[in-house]
């Protein structure tokens, strides 16, 4: 099971940093990613890291994004720096034991997926 949590309502330019507890799986073990669903749209990759330690990043969110992972906690992170107010989305944790480095960004790819979080960037 993977529990998302960290979101909330923040002003442009502002921060924050989202959380994924894993239970059940070791994420020292698997990729760990975050997707996101803007309103009206559909889901899309933000941030993986693979099991490697390798790490991908859309365009959009390059620089200002920045993916982590305790292991001793098994829990993932998203810190979120110069938020905009197109950052505003539904914020999604997946864990992949399977996915390979090349391949991060495929929603298919990932086994488990917490509920998301809601994140809300005021201009």
């Known amino acids: 099971q993977l529990q998302a949590s960290g979101g909330g309502l923040v002003q442009a330019g502002g921060s924050l940093r989202l959380s994924c507890a894993a239970s059940?799986?070791?994420?020292?073990?698997?990729?760990e990613a975050w997707f996101r669903r803007a309103p009206g749209e559909g889901r899309t990759f933000v941030a993986g890291?693979?099991?490697?330690?390798?790490?991908a990043y859309s365009d959009s969110v390059k620089g200002r994004f920045t993916i982590t992972r305790d292991s001793a906690k098994n829990t993932g992170y998203l810190q979120m720096d110069s938020l905009r107010p197109e950052d505003t989305a539904v914020y999604y944790c997946?864990?992949?034991?399977?996915?390979?480095?090349?391949?991060?960004?495929?929603?298919?790819?990932?086994?488990?997926w917490g509920r998301g979080t809601l994140v809300t960037v005021s201009s």
């Open positions: 997946a864990l992949g034991p399977s996915v390979i480095l090349s391949n991060l960004a495929s929603q298919t790819a990932y086994s488990y």
């Open positions: 059940g799986s070791r994420i020292s073990s698997a990729a």
């Open positions: 890291m693979h099991r490697s330690g390798g790490t």
